[in-house]
């Protein structure tokens, strides 16, 4: 199958609360939806480095995105990504995690064709090396041309604890390699111990489970009737409103959306799956997730700062400086200064200045919640 194949439709998951890049991010501005990086949302770069999958190009390959999001971040995943149409966005009710969303977009586009391919992608995930990725897709889009659910496991540089694994039938291939042939899974492990790790990095046979899903629309229906049959039965319900009409669906998505099970994709139905498949790849990957992921990601002076230009650095390294607050003019820019500092991360926003070890970024999330617990909700 070609990377151009019509029949490819990619889902893009599109949630999320916001506390990891507190203050950057908030409940209603989730990272997905900021530059952390530089340049476009992490949303925005999803969609334009996987549209080549949906089409020869043009408006067509659009037409092929899909969007699954929460009401209260419609408006501003819509500013992110305009090219989207209104039509392709899945708006969620109620979080109900992944495994509702992926059946919705799965028994939406099998109503036109259950021979297409979905391709499912979370939103704010990193991409060194596009070409690379998108070679390993097109493998995993032929696994699921022929059958077989497919996800892509990222070769691990390194133990990590903060990941779930994949364990395949025989060593994956070194860091580097070119993308494998479509394995056999025999199990998801969930985020190890420092120990365990190291030992899966160094037996080969362990993947980091990168939450990329990609499947036949029709196999995915039939593999959550088999192993989720009551959100089997109310994408039944929603899929006969559909057949009524718009109205008719949107009225069934927000009576039967809330009440379907809340249960992710991995645990409700790849972990149960006969014949899983993934591919291995190696393509720069990170998840971007914290601090101190983007300043590891930003470009960096001989010192290694990250800071906005005309900042004063003085005998100071390794530190990450965000400067996100609102300006009027485009030299309307407090000058930022630090001496005689080591590995902080400094972020500026509005209403809200954070200032963290980076090695401490993870913890982030506890302002969050004492903020919350003060009442000062409006901060986060």
């Given at each position: 199958m070609t990377?151009?194949d019509?029949?490819?439709?990619?889902l893009i998951?599109?949630?999320?609360?916001g506390?990891?890049?507190?203050?950057?991010?908030?409940?209603?501005?989730?990272k997905?939806?900021?530059p952390?990086?530089?340049?476009?949302?992490?949303?925005?770069?999803t969609?334009?480095?996987?549209?080549?999958?949906c089409?020869r190009g043009g408006r067509?390959?659009?037409?092929?995105?899909?969007?699954?999001?929460g009401?209260?971040?419609v408006?501003?995943t819509?500013?992110a990504l305009?090219?989207v149409?209104?039509?392709?966005l899945?708006v969620?009710p109620a979080?109900?995690?992944?495994?509702?969303?992926?059946?919705?977009?799965a028994?939406?586009?099998?109503r036109d064709?259950p021979?297409?391919?979905?391709?499912v992608?979370p939103?704010?995930?990193?991409?060194?090396?596009?070409?690379?990725f998108?070679e390993a897709?097109?493998?995993a889009?032929?696994?699921a041309?022929?059958g077989?659910?497919t996800?892509?496991?990222v070769r691990p540089?390194?133990?990590e604890?903060g990941?779930?694994y994949i364990?395949?039938?025989?060593a994956?291939?070194?860091e580097?390699?070119?993308?494998?042939?479509?394995?056999r899974?025999?199990?998801?492990?969930e985020?190890p111990?420092?120990e365990r790790a190291?030992?899966?990095?160094?037996s080969g046979?362990?993947l980091?489970?990168?939450?990329?899903?990609i499947?036949?629309?029709?196999?995915m229906?039939?593999?959550?009737r088999?192993?989720?049959?009551?959100?089997?039965?109310g994408?039944?319900?929603?899929?006969?409103a559909?057949a009524?009409?718009?109205?008719?669906?949107?009225?069934?998505v927000?009576?039967?959306f809330p009440?379907?099970?809340?249960?992710?994709?991995?645990?409700?139905?790849?972990?149960?799956?006969?014949g899983l498949?993934v591919?291995p790849?190696d393509?720069?990957?990170s998840d971007?997730?914290?601090?101190?992921?983007?300043?590891?990601l930003a470009?960096?002076?001989?010192?290694?700062n990250?800071?906005?230009?005309?900042s004063?650095?003085?005998?100071?390294?390794?530190?990450h400086v965000?400067?996100?607050?609102a300006?009027a003019?485009?030299d309307?820019?407090r000058v930022?200064?630090?001496?005689?500092v080591?590995?902080?991360v400094?972020?500026?926003?509005d209403d809200a200045?954070l200032i963290?070890p980076r090695?401490?970024?993870q913890?982030?999330?506890?302002a969050?919640?004492e903020?919350?617990?003060?009442?000062?909700?409006?901060?986060?």
């Open positions: 990377p151009t019509p029949s490819i439709h990619v998951l599109a949630g999320g609360a506390t990891r890049f507190w203050p950057a991010s908030r409940a209603a501005r989730p997905q939806l900021l952390l990086l530089g340049g476009e949302p992490l949303l925005a770069a969609a334009r480095r996987v549209l080549p999958l089409a067509a390959g659009w037409e092929r995105v899909w969007i699954a999001t009401q209260h971040l408006a501003p819509r500013a305009p090219e149409s209104e039509r392709r899945l969620e979080p109900r995690n992944t495994a509702p969303c992926i059946g919705w977009a028994a939406t586009v099998a064709d021979e297409a391919v979905v391709v992608l939103s704010d995930h990193h991409i060194a090396d596009v070409p690379r998108l897709l097109g493998a889009v032929a696994s041309q022929g077989a659910i996800t892509i496991g540089t390194h133990p604890t990941f779930g364990e395949v039938d025989e994956a291939g070194a580097g390699a070119a993308p494998a042939e479509p394995r899974v025999r199990r998801f492990v985020k111990s420092r190291a030992e899966f990095v160094a046979r362990f980091w489970n990168a939450g990329m899903f499947f036949r629309a029709g196999d229906l039939a593999a959550i088999a192993h989720l049959p009551a959100l089997a039965a994408l039944d319900e929603i899929d006969r559909a009524l009409g718009p109205g008719d669906e949107a009225e069934a927000l009576r039967v009440s379907l099970p809340a249960v992710s994709i991995d645990h409700g139905v790849m972990e149960h799956v006969a498949a591919v790849g393509f720069g990957w971007v997730g914290s601090w101190q992921s983007a300043w590891e470009d960096k002076d001989e010192r290694g990250s800071a906005p230009a005309g004063v650095l003085i005998d100071a390294h390794g530190n965000v400067d996100l607050r300006r003019a485009p309307d820019r930022i200064a630090l001496v005689g080591e590995g902080l400094v972020v500026e926003t200045l963290v090695d401490r970024a913890e982030v999330k506890h969050v919640d903020l919350k617990a003060r009442g000062q909700g409006r901060h986060t």
